[in-house]
């Protein structure tokens, strides 16, 4: 039986995307109000994959 561990995946806060992205937490927030990105809510609490955040960082190769 061949086991193999991934790493959990990261998720970033509001604040944390918005500084990664370079924009104002307010427009991250309207970035996933408008559903441009994805979220994981917990309650009050949003967070937001990494993943997803880096894939509007990286232009799509055509």
Same mark, same amino acid.
């Given at each position: 039986?061949? =086991? ?16 990664? =992205? ?15 990105i994805s979220v994981i809510r917990q309650g009050r609490v949003v ?8 894939? =509007? ?6």
């Open positions: 039986m061949n =086991l193999t561990t991934t790493d959990p995946p990261e998720f970033l806060s509001v604040a944390d995307a918005a500084r990664r =992205l370079g924009v104002s937490p307010r427009t991250v927030r309207r970035w996933y109000s408008a559903r441009k967070r937001i994959p990494a993943s997803g955040v880096d894939a =509007l960082i990286t232009p799509a190769v055509s």
